[in-house]
């Protein structure tokens, strides 16, 4: 097998210790949250949940390019690169028409060191990996959802043609060039049958970095107790230990950017509190603005009392890193953030 395998450990390789290089002039992330839609219904995921039971999501479905292309040429004015612009949100990129094009926009502007998307690779034709490619992504993560016809029809509700699922995945690795090509599945989607050897040997010739990742309850209104079968909860995402987490780093070094425009501190169904419109205001004037200091402040006396929604929000809890726990840093960063 060719692909490294990941496994109790950041699968974007190691982290810088937050809390020795806040405050932070440019954020580390932004995701690129491009259209609210998606072509599977993953028994686990957000669009599992009715969407009467969702909330707020965006006052509109897709990104307008002219909006995207606004907020490119603001980050291009950030100090500093980002280190990740990351397509991902509540639906799936490629259903975006012009995917490729915000990727190669952003690619030419050298606004971030890696431009990386994540799908569930279902869209990835010949035609659109080639776009992909030529328009310089970076890293792209593709969720599976099974090792068969059967088990997608299970989990995701939809029928795949499994096997040119596979070959258009390996078509991408082969034609690729710079291109880093993460694999993953949900450890759920496996069985006696469908086993992770079979994972391995399926799809481990045709990436760089492959893993196995915990079902974790983490979407507010998903039947977990009927999804996650035995799990005992113990460990986050990537196989560490769960532990507690009083201070959410998330708005320390991210920002997300809806279809709307709206900025939010984080990547969550229910959002803790709008950031700023980038309609209206700069990446610059949001980042530095009041609405996140003030968040941040909240958010370093205790996420129980910033806000309801953070008091609730499993999230970070199943998906922190170690570098990223700012518990013990607070009441210094109280201090930097007054």
């Known amino acids: 097998m060719k692909a490294k395998i990941v496994s109790g ?3 974007g390789g190691a982290r810088t210790r937050l809390a020795d290089v806040l405050p932070l002039k440019t954020p580390f992330v932004v995701q690129i949250f491009p259209i609210y839609a998606c072509n599977f219904t993953c028994e686990y995921c957000f669009h599992a949940v009715p969407k009467n039971k969702r909330g707020f999501v965006s006052d509109w479905p897709v990104m307008k390019f002219d909006l995207y292309k606004k907020c ?56 659109m990996s080639d776009a992909l490619i030529a328009a310089g992504l970076s890293r792209m993560v593709v969720s599976m959802q099974g ?16 096997e040119n699922f596979v070959a258009n995945i390996a078509y991408f690795y082969k034609q690729k060039t710079n291109t880093h090509v993460y694999i993953k599945i949900v ?20 990436c760089d970095s492959i893993a196995v990742e915990n079902a974790v309850p983490i979407m507010p209104g998903v039947e977990y107790d009927k999804v996650l079968k035995n799990s005992s909860g113990s460990a986050t995402q990537f196989g560490l230990p769960v532990a507690p987490i009083q201070v959410c780093p998330q708005p320390f070094f991210t920002m997300q ?20 419109d980038s309609n209206h205001q700069t990446m610059q004037e949001i980042w530095n603005g009041e609405a996140y200091r003030s968040f941040r402040l909240a958010m370093l006396n205790g996420r129980d009392t910033a806000n309801d929604v953070c008091s ?20 210094h960063l109280k201090g930097v953030y007054q």
Do not use: W
């Not at 450890?187 to 045709?206: C, H, M, N, R, S």
């Open 9 to 11: 450990h950041a699968p």
């Open 72 to 127: 490119i040429d603001e980050m291009a004015l950030f100090d500093d690169q980002l280190k990740v612009l990351r397509f991902v949100g509540m639906g799936e990129p490629l259903l975006h028409k012009d995917i490729a094009k915000m990727i190669e926009y952003a690619v030419a502007c050298n606004v971030a060191l890696r431009v990386e998307l994540l799908t569930n690779g279902s869209l990835l034709t010949r035609q």
């Open 147 to 162: 090792l068969s016809k059967d088990k997608y029809r299970q989990i995701s509700k939809v029928d795949i043609d499994f």
């Open 187 to 206: 450890d759920i989607a496996l069985d006696e049958v469908d086993t992770k050897q079979k994972f391995y040997e399926i799809f481990g010739d045709i």
């Open 257 to 276: 950017i809806n279809p709307d425009g709206k900025v939010v501190p984080c990547y969550q169904i229910s959002y803790p509190a709008i950031m700023g």
């Open 312 to 331: 609730q929000c499993n999230f970070i809890r199943y998906r922190l890193f170690p570098e990223d726990d700012l518990h013990e840093a607070a009441e």
